[in-house]
């Protein structure tokens, strides 16, 4: 069946780096986008941005642009997400999901915590 | 970018109770919209695509309608286990936009 099981937590410093995984079973990732959606503590969900699954094109958030870069990995079956400049605001959870043709979200990694603290 | 405004933010209903939570866009969107619930430390699940469309595995008692600006979501009969946050999205342009969830609490 579908699975999307992400990377683990991560714990960072202000203006480090962090890579989240997000690796597909019972599909190929390749036919299907990936969504990210970033969700800080108590917060709603927020839209981060898209990867196509034909031709890896991106759709970002004007507000990780320049920051964020989504990737996938047909090799692994596997989606990255890579945060940079990190901010202690950008302490959340982060979720990939599973992308049709921007009916997204049939199907959801379970999370990824990424804390950013000195 | 396209806002979808929620309403209300939060709300407390009874199990049976019949719920309706509302989503509206700031420009037409079709029925380019997505309804998910989310419950504590979980990932979100989705309900309803194409505004209407229950999700495989849904629960009848949840449905979606509207078309343009306009979108409900009805519970309607709460159960126990819907005590949770409701978030639209719309999936018309990019980027994508979340409505700012329904906190669905026990009266």
């Known amino acids: 069946q579908v699975q999307l099981v992400q990377s683990g937590a991560e714990v960072k410093k202000p203006g480090a780096s962090v890579k989240v995984s997000c690796k597909a079973s019972?599909?190929?990732?390749?036919?299907?986008?990936v969504t990210w959606v970033r969700q800080a503590p108590g917060q709603g969900l927020e839209w981060m941005g898209w990867?196509?699954?034909?031709?890896?094109?991106?759709d970002y958030a004007q507000k990780f642009q320049g920051r964020v870069t989504m990737t996938t990995d047909a090799s692994t079956n596997t989606a990255h997400m890579e945060l940079r400049s990190l901010k202690s605001d950008d302490t959340a959870v982060f979720y990939c999901?599973?992308?049709?043709?921007?009916?997204?979200?049939?199907?959801w990694g379970q999370g990824t915590l990424v804390t950013v603290s000195a | 970018d396209i806002q979808m405004t929620q309403s209300p933010s939060a709300m407390s209903a009874s199990i049976g109770d019949s719920v309706t939570i509302t989503c509206r866009a700031s420009q037409g969107i079709s029925n380019y919209l997505l309804w998910f619930q989310q419950k504590p430390g979980k990932a979100p699940e989705r309900l309803i695509y194409?505004?209407?469309t229950l999700q495989s595995g849904v629960p009848s008692r949840f449905s979606g309608s509207g078309s343009g600006t306009e979108f409900t979501l009805t519970i309607s009969s709460l159960q126990p286990e819907d005590f949770a946050t409701y978030y639209c999205l719309q999936y018309d342009s990019y980027p994508r936009t979340f409505g700012q969830g329904t906190k669905v609490e026990i009266k």
């Open positions: 999901a599973r992308d049709y043709y921007g009916s997204l979200g049939d199907y």
């Open positions: 019972g599909y190929t990732v390749t036919d299907y986008g």
């Open positions: 194409g505004a209407s």
């Open positions: 990867i196509s699954s034909h031709n890896a094109k991106t």
